[in-house]
């Protein structure tokens, strides 16, 4: 089955800049999308179709794509960052068949 | 605003049947797919399923395959997830979403719900 592979933790010091991989043998051909819980709450569309970023969601926010890997970029971290992000995407069957990552946790010193 | 609110959680035993429902506000309701995606306690995300707007289209994740249906009511604004069969992996904090469809193949989750809680056990 298609997976999407994080590296389980990424910690930065505040006003750092954090990336946060994810790599999947079908993202050269499907986009990938990113999501940020943090701690007792739902999950929070951060990133769509690669790089776009949806109203309200801080200029800090950024991603990009490259081969079979997607990045989430945050630059000048804050505290109230620190939480879990997943990446997801599909796995082009054409079945409709979401994928997620594992998630990563991000930790800000 | 954008509204999703589940109801239905709760305790069942293995083996044991429970309906989930969604109540959607602030859009369209009928003009949108809508998936449910769950999270088993300290673990991550998986999907569950999606449904149509006009529920023509339904896909299901293999591990709930069989056992779980997924449905809505577009004159109620509500989804459904209906769950048969219950294990206790099945264990886990279920998240309506809404599905934002650019094309096939091109389609994220904007908002989620709060989710409810899915226990099974004895």
């Known amino acids: 089955s298609y997976e999407l592979t994080q590296p389980p933790s990424v910690s930065v010091s505040p006003g750092q800049t954090a990336t946060i991989t994810c790599s999947g043998d079908g993202l050269p051909k499907q986009y990938g999308y990113w999501y940020q819980q943090k701690p007792g709450q739902a999950p929070v569309l951060v990133i769509y179709k690669d790089s776009e970023r949806p109203s309200g969601i801080p200029e800090r926010f950024s991603g990009s794509s490259s081969g079979t890997t997607v990045t989430l970029t945050i630059s000048g971290v804050q505290v109230e960052d620190e939480a879990d992000y997943y990446c997801q995407s599909a796995d082009g069957t054409g079945h409709r068949n979401v994928v997620f990552g594992g998630g990563t946790k991000l930790t800000v010193l | 605003e954008v509204q999703l609110v589940e109801s239905g959680g709760g305790l069942v035993q293995p083996g044991g049947s429970l309906r989930l429902s969604c109540a959607a506000s602030?859009?369209?309701?009928?003009?949108?797919?809508m998936a449910w995606v769950r999270q088993a306690p300290g673990k991550g995300l998986e999907w569950v399923a999606n449904l149509r707007h006009d529920r023509t289209e339904m896909y299901y994740a293999a591990s709930v395959k069989g056992r779980f249906t997924v449905s809505r009511d577009n004159a109620q604004n509500s989804l459904y997830l209906q769950m048969n069969s219950l294990r206790a992996e099945d264990t886990a904090v279920y998240y309506c979403?809404?599905?934002?469809?650019?094309?096939?193949?091109?389609?994220?989750?904007?908002?989620w719900g709060q989710g409810t809680l899915v226990t099974v056990s004895s």
């Open positions: 979403v809404r599905v934002i469809v650019a094309t096939m193949g091109i389609e994220w989750f904007d908002p």
């Open positions: 602030g859009f369209t309701f009928k003009d949108f797919w």
